[in-house]
């Protein structure tokens, strides 16, 4: 599990490598990594704006626009599976008490007509 994180932060920091090159923005090795900290810290659009300005200058907003949409969507993603496994895991929680719950209406069935059953023996 440890890989895929990883792995989705390895693409998260290329396509922000992507992004500023495509803005025509200063980028060295060092950028993409400071704004991945920032990604880390939860830093609001406005603050990587005030943080990002003396780097990308008139580029700014609109990097900062883009990464948060990216990450609206990233979390929009996860929250959707998240959501669909406690789902099915309560879909199942709910199979599996009905089930029982079946069982149990079965035996008492069952006992009831066996009580019956023994009542008629005892009145022959």
Known sequence: MDNLGTEVSNKI????????????????????????????????????????????NDHTKAFTTWLHNVLDKLKKVTLEDVAKKDTGKKKKAKDTSSGSKKKEKDKKKGSTVKDKEKEKKRKK
């Open 13 to 56: 920091r290329s396509a922000i490598k992507a992004k500023l090159i495509e803005l025509d923005a200063y980028v060295d090795d060092e950028l993409p990594d400071y704004i991945m900290v920032m990604v880390a810290n939860d830093r609001t659009k406005e603050q990587m704006n005030e943080d990002l300005g003396l780097f990308l």
